[in-house]
């Protein structure tokens, strides 16, 4: 109890982009009134707003990695569908949430419990389709953020867990089951939410509310009103919710998200005829309005369900410049410069992409592309279940690190009708199986990059792909996790393997470090499950078979 939050980091990290050139002039105030990014503390999703998973503690190295052992262990108490999160640590306090919203403080040197809060949810999340995981939780102010799968805004007491304020933001019967899974984004003062589901029969929307009150502040509607590129009553219907975290520039107080795509999922040009903006798309938002900066439609109509929403965002400085580096589920990286949204380059991440003959490295431009056919069965790569799960990036190596999944899809074309699908389904106009690349079996890789040219440093190869967030630390290591319940730590600079342990169950969310009591920690979330799993076992059936759990595990050197 000794290390709750200070006022000191009450309003996030911000200013650790000041070393980056993220805080501008206007922001002195603010950054000198935050101090300096605590190494001490993982306080946000990505831990700092450059989006890079990247912790300076260096505690714990390439030459005693091999030395870490369990420190503590602590039970969530709820195994639906596993543990997806990256949890929060702030000043020695570990900050989780786990299925059906339930939320927990911990201390960070053994585990025990501080306080919990498990709201009562809404009987519709027995009735939709997203539901019950969450993804993480967001904090400033003192206050931890949350967004529910019944569709609400929290707020909690970060030292008390008592509820600031609640809101109901979206109400998921008349949205088409549209809920909350992913963290917000503390963005001074508001907090922005992105909804759930490319796939439903719902307009996508982007919400922020007052971070003091939980007062509606602005909302961003995906699905662009213009006739011309929603031909008929298609935008009614046409999906893009921004279903992961986004990112926030205090430097020009700009809120970034990547959305869904559109709904139907698969469809000929006669179902949504336009191009079908904003979805598959990255939007830059006025943090203070909502009104969109500008905007870059990574896959226009997009007809082959590769969100935009999956990709997180990770912020490069290269020779005094910035550049905003993002993943498209089609198999394609997008760097972009952040102010403008000129495109500086776009290079292939996947191996197996035939969906698209190329794209424009300097317009983004797609040339050569498929568009499927009803009445056939239509085959596509990359896969549709790709890493969905943070990259980290190394300033140390200059390196970009990402899970990556080589597999296609098939599907065969259905016409649906959307005020009939209901809220347990999906208007995905087809139902999608996993296939094995044309020349070989279904497998992942790890990739290590230069992010800005995606010239490959190394790459490792498995049988089966990992789907875990990534970290980066100054110790030279990099973190990662598998399915089969792995906590590893690889080499940053040479990708050799270096630990492992077992945790017991698959790992589908993020590790994260800390410092508490004078000693550096690592902390993994163990417990397979979530959507994409279901896809999985179709490739890898075995995966139907390993064990659940939610479980958080604390290392940390004899």
């Not at 945790?503 to 417990?527: D, F, M, N, R, W």
Request: aromatic share 12%; net charge negative.
């Amino acid at each position: 109890m000794t290390r709750l939050i200070s006022e000191v980091v009450a309003v996030l990290a911000l200013s650790a982009l000041a070393g980056l050139g993220l805080v501008g002039a206007g922001d002195t105030a603010s950054a000198a009134e935050m101090g300096k990014d605590n190494p001490a503390n993982w306080p946000i999703y990505n831990r700092t707003l450059d989006g890079t998973r990247f912790s300076p503690l260096k505690e714990i190295t390439a030459a005693n990695v091999q030395n870490l052992q369990v420190a503590w262990i602590a039970q969530t108490g709820d195994i639906t569908l596993g543990l997806q999160e990256t949890p929060l640590v702030i000043d020695g306090v570990v900050y989780s949430i786990a299925a059906n919203d339930r939320v927990q403080a911990f201390d960070g040197e053994t585990g025990q419990e501080i306080w919990h809060y498990f709201p009562k949810l809404n009987d519709v999340v027995n009735e939709i389709f997203f539901t019950p995981i969450s993804r993480g939780l967001a904090f400033g102010d003192g206050r931890i953020y949350l967004g529910t799968t019944d569709g609400r805004g929290i707020a909690l007491d970060a030292k008390t867990g008592n509820e600031f304020w609640a809101v109901q933001i979206v109400d998921p019967r008349k949205c088409a089951g549209c809920n909350f899974t992913s963290p917000p984004v503390v963005a001074d003062n508001v907090i922005v939410y992105g909804q759930t589901g490319g796939d439903m029969a719902d307009q996508g929307k982007i919400f922020a509310v007052d971070a003091a009150t939980g007062n509606s502040r602005w909302a961003f509607e995906t699905l662009k009103d213009d006739p011309k590129s929603w031909g008929g009553d298609s935008r009614k219907y046409g999906g893009g919710g921004a279903w992961q975290t986004g990112a926030y520039d205090p430097s020009t107080r700009t809120v970034f998200y990547g959305t869904g795509n559109a709904a139907p999922d698969y469809e000929d040009g006669t179902v949504r005829p336009g191009d079908n903006k904003w979805t598959s798309s990255v939007v830059a938002l006025n943090v203070e309005t909502g009104t969109l900066k500008w905007g870059f439609q990574e896959v226009p109509h997009d007809n082959w369900d590769y969100d935009s929403a999956t990709g997180q965002f990770t912020f490069v400085e290269r020779g005094g410049k910035r550049f905003l580096v993002h993943y498209n589920k089609g198999g394609f990286v997008y760097v972009y410069d952040p102010d403008s949204g000129e495109i500086q380059n776009v290079w292939r991440m996947n191996k197996n992409i035939d969906w698209v003959e190329s794209i424009d490295p300097k317009t983004g431009e797609m040339k050569g592309v498929k568009t499927p056919q009803f009445g056939v069965t239509n085959h596509t790569c990359p896969w549709l279940v790709g890493s969905w799960e943070s990259p980290s990036y190394s300033p140390i190596t200059g390196l970009l690190y990402q899970n990556v999944v080589e597999a296609c899809n098939s599907f065969e074309m259905q016409k649906v009708q959307p005020e009939k699908v209901p809220l347990n389904g999906l208007y995905h106009g087809g139902v999608p199986t996993a296939e094995n690349p044309p020349n070989g079996k279904a497998y992942g890789h790890l990739d290590a990059r230069d992010p800005i040219s995606g010239e490959v440093k190394w790459e490792l190869k498995f049988d089966q792909p990992m789907y875990s967030s990534l970290m980066t630390t100054a110790g030279g290591l990099l973190f990662a996790g598998d399915l089969k319940g792995n906590a590893l730590a690889y080499d940053a600079a040479t990708g050799k393997q270096l630990w492992s342990f077992n945790t017991g169950s698959g790992i589908k969310g993020g590790p994260v470090t800390y410092e508490a009591g004078g000693h550096q920690y690592i902390l993994y979330p163990s417990g397979i499950g979530g959507l994409g799993l279901g896809l999985v076992a179709q490739l890898w059936p075995e995966l139907a078979n390993y064990p659940a759990a939610s479980t958080l595990i604390a290392f940390r050197l004899k």
